[in-house]
């Protein structure tokens, strides 16, 4: 009786309370950065892939190709260029550009490592007015942009606007982004993501408007030094089957005649010179390009009332001679 009291009276006693955990380590944060290293991943991202690439090459060369050949009177569509063609025309209108964009690149990460340590050392009222100046200088650029974009109709004499208006808009988006990226990095602002977002697009767009414009530019300076000495093209010699009127006083000019044959016919008479199928010849020609089925021709000397000759391969005889190297090695 006793032995049963006492196992009820342990099963009744209450439970011993398991130890209480000890407190929990807290979690050290990532250091809080400025967010440029994030941006600068996401545009390295947008342009690494290689299609993106090649079709960047194809765009510049275009446009490029297109001032070139817009220079001597040709559209550059006609002549029926293969995209391989545009994309190996492009490095020389890149060259310059993607140097200067690298040097600057390396540039900003340099003065933006320095800017963060530096903010770092701050109060919060300091960084907000270094941050401040940021956004509002960028502000400005984007203003001065926009209003030189509006009035550039009235500049179009002016060939600098072409590439000052998307110089501002990008150096003011690109401003504008990196104090809106470094307030929110630091908890300081309300603008949201997709206003870095859209201004980081502004920023490319505008590089990439001032990037073609240089490729322009390239172009057209190509075209004039060509023009000014034409003589590395192949030279051309031209029999056409009707008399073209070029134009051009430098363009030779003479009506071929056919040769009687010095021996008699079987009959005695005289024999009769045969028709001739191409009785015009023209020289003092350059051959500017090919394709499509058509020479494109220069004069030798290129001037303001020069024009480009275009033929078919159907209705003209032609004779190149290349000129050799004026610097080819002479015989020991």
């Known amino acids: 009786m006793m032995a049963r009291l006492g196992s009820r009276a342990r099963s009744t006693e209450a439970p011993t ?23 600068m991943g996401f545009l390295s991202s947008f342009v690494a892939p290689l299609t993106l690439v090649t079709a960047l090459l194809f765009y510049f060369g275009y446009v490029s190709t297109r001032e070139f050949f817009r220079y001597f009177g040709i559209d550059v569509d006609i002549i029926g260029m293969s995209s391989q063609e545009f994309v190996m025309r492009s490095p020389g209108a890149l060259f310059i550009p993607v140097m200067v964009l690298l040097l600057l690149a390396a540039a900003l990460i340099v003065a933006h490592r320095r800017l963060r340590d530096h903010l770092s050392m701050q109060t919060p009222d300091r960084r907000r007015r270094t941050i401040g100046a940021f956004a ?28 000052l ?67 590395a093209l192949p030279a051309v010699i031209l029999d056409t089957r009707e008399r073209i009127f070029p134009g051009n006083s430098a363009i030779g000019f003479q009506e071929l005649q056919p040769a009687a044959s010095d021996t008699p016919n079987d009959d005695g008479s005289t024999p009769v010179a045969p028709a001739m199928t191409h009785g015009y010849r023209y020289s003092g020609l350059r051959l500017l390009a090919q394709g499509g089925g058509r020479l494109y021709l220069v004069p030798d000397e290129w001037s ?15 004779r190149f001679r290349f000129v050799p190297d004026a610097d080819a090695p002479t015989d020991p």
């Not at 009332?305 to 032609?318: E, K, Q």
């Open 165 to 231: 208006t998307p110089l501002l808009l990008a150096i003011g988006a690109g401003l504008s982004a990196y104090a809106a990226s470094t307030a929110r990095s630091l908890g300081s602002t309300g603008v949201g993501r997709s206003v870095v977002v859209l201004l980081v697009l502004v920023m490319v767009a505008g590089t990439f408007w001032s990037t073609a414009t240089v490729a322009q530019w390239w172009g057209r300076g190509q075209a004039r030094a060509l023009a000014s000495d034409l003589r």
């Open 17 to 39: 309370p398991e130890p209480a955990p000890g407190p929990v380590p807290p979690v050290a944060s990532p250091p809080t950065g400025l967010g440029f290293e994030k941006w």
């Open 304 to 318: 303001p009332n020069a024009s480009t000759l275009v033929v078919s391969y159907d209705d003209v005889r032609v």
């Open 136 to 163: 509002w200088t960028g502000i400005g650029f984007l203003l001065a942009g926009l209003a030189l974009a509006f009035v550039m109709p009235l500049l179009a004499g002016w060939d600098y606007a072409m590439l």
